[in-house]
């Protein structure tokens, strides 16, 4: 699962209880979530269930999965409850049974069988638009927008300067940068965060995503439904890139939000008052496992040639075993994030080079950058020659990286939870074993029959039946 659909599922499972039943009335929420966020197992459990008439016995499901595989099918049992979709009876003298939740399935096969009338999906404008702008030309507008919002982060950087004609940004943009940790400061003279760092090595679709999430934090405290917010993001993501389409069955949020978004680069309007608006690629691509950067070069390569394939223009940085970095670009706003952990010395027309050093690593640290952040901003952006190699980075340069940052580091804080106190070893074995399988064991002691878990929803399923099952035995 990519960064991108773990912290919308982290939203999500942040919700309400009674705010997941209205969110699943919209087929196009339904659509987004279940291709977004549910594991592949987890999808085949949904599929088969869908268009059955009667719940299914638990006994009947799990035996559906091998049994060495049961800490992967315990794990997408687990996440569709956690998500509302699928719920536990339990009736007397009957076995446990599952079935899906309700309006979450209804929702579902309305979606792929393209039945009701819940215009979920947009409205497409019959009429068409004088001023209808080409895909070419919403790209550069997403572009100019995007590239605003990284210039103004990245330019507040010490020692680091973007002179490119970028879009202004708006104040209510500067303000959710700031309420959202990224930068600190005045709005005229903004200091990146950590955070913020973080943000703008990030890939195109887990930075769009970052920054609607802090915009969903938002929302109630400018009078806005969170819920008619997070189903309009979703719609937007079923939309085709090009299209216009009509405003006239949008709540009074969701219209309100097309000049925010329109900010983002998410989506174009011709006037404040037109009645249609158009998606942009950044929107298009929210529900996608494709990423807004693979899918459109140009978001980083503002020289793309017409007819040019994404696959062979995404990446423009090489790297050699001697730590020489040669960059293909003449983005001002690519240089400037390179300066903050390479030491440029050569610039060219379509062309920088430089080379990573141990003060450069050590200085980017210093402003909150990890190595793991260098390494996937790299790796992201390779070059399409470095990708016939395997692996794409070399090994050389990777493990420098890391030990030019640990120089100063020897401790590493994991956040989560500390399970003892089993009463025999065997109880202890069979915990410790699950969440090995599961994939959530980050340490343990067998001397001390204790270990450290990075979530603790499962195991305490796991705990709670394994109590469950031991009761009738001792009584």
């Known amino acids: 699962m990519s960064t991108s659909s773990m912290r919308s599922l982290e939203y999500l499972e942040s919700m309400p209880g009674m705010a997941f039943a209205r969110l699943y009335q919209q087929p196009s929420t339904v659509l987004a979530i279940f291709r977004r966020t549910l594991t592949h ?4 459990f949904v599929m088969a269930m869908l268009f059955l008439s009667h719940p299914i016995a638990v006994t009947d499901l799990e035996s559906w999965v091998r049994p ?10 687990n996440l569709l409850e956690r998500l509302k979709i699928l719920r536990t009876s339990t009736n007397p003298g009957k076995p446990r049974q599952y079935s899906l939740t309700q309006p979450f399935a209804g929702s579902l096969r309305d979606a792929l069988t393209g039945g009701g009338d819940h215009r ?12 209808k702008p080409t895909r070419e030309e919403l790209d550069t507008f997403a572009r100019n927008q995007w590239d605003g919002i990284l210039g103004y982060m990245v330019g507040s950087a010490e020692g680091v300067s973007v002179a490119a004609q970028v ?22 003279a903004p200091t990146i965060t950590q955070e913020g760092f973080a943000f703008v090595l990030q890939d195109v679709n887990a ?3 970052t920054i609607l999430l802090l915009y969903l934090d938002a929302a109630a405290l400018m009078n806005m439904d969170p819920v008619d917010v997070l189903s309009f993001l979703f719609m937007l993501g079923s939309l085709e890139l090009g299209q216009d389409y009509s405003k006239a069955n949008l709540s009074p949020t969701q219209t309100q939000m097309l000049d925010d978004l329109a900010d983002f680069g998410l989506v174009y309007q011709t006037s404040h008052s037109s009645e249609r608006f158009f998606p942009t690629r950044l929107s298009t691509t929210l529900t996608s496992d494709a990423s807004a950067l693979s899918n459109s070069a140009n978001f980083f390569s503002p020289n793309l040639r017409s007819g040019e394939s994404s696959s062979e223009s995404s990446g423009f940085i090489l790297v050699e075993t ?20 390479c030491r440029l010395s050569t610039r060219y027309p379509n062309m920088v080079a430089g080379r990573i050093t141990r003060d450069s690593v050590r200085r980017a640290v210093g402003m909150g950058i990890t190595s793991d952040q260098i390494i996937s901003f790299l790796g992201t952006h390779a070059h399409p020659q470095m990708r016939k190699d395997h692996p794409v980075l070399p090994a050389t340069v990777v493990d420098q990286i890391k030990l030019w940052q640990i120089e100063n580091e020897r401790m590493k804080a994991t956040p989560g939870y500390l399970l003892n106190g089993f009463a025999t070893a065997q109880e202890y074995e069979g915990a410790c074993q699950y969440a090995r399988e599961i994939g959530v064991l980050a340490w343990n002691s067998d001397e001390r029959r204790a270990f450290f878990v990075t979530r603790i929803e499962q195991m305490s399923t796991y705990l709670k039946r394994g109590k469950q099952q031991q009761q009738p035995k001792a009584a």
């Not at 197992?41 to 085949?44: E, F, G, N, Y």
């Not at 940004?169 to 005229?188: I, T």
């Not at 001002?332 to 390179?338: E, T």
Request: aromatic share 10%; hydrophobic share 35%.
């Open 322 to 341: 001697n730590y020489r970095i040669y960059a293909y670009t003449s983005s001002p706003l690519q240089i400037a994030i390179l300066q903050l952990f």
């Open 68 to 77: 060495n595989y049961r800490g992967e099918r315990d794990q997408a049992l």
């Open 120 to 131: 979920s999906f947009g409205v497409p404008c019959n009429t068409p638009s004088r001023e």
């Open 41 to 44: 197992l987890a999808k085949t």
């Open 207 to 209: 930075q769009v995503w």
């Open 167 to 188: 879009a202004s940004v708006s104040e209510g943009v500067k303000k959710l940068l700031r309420d959202g940790g990224l930068v600190a400061g005045k709005s005229k």
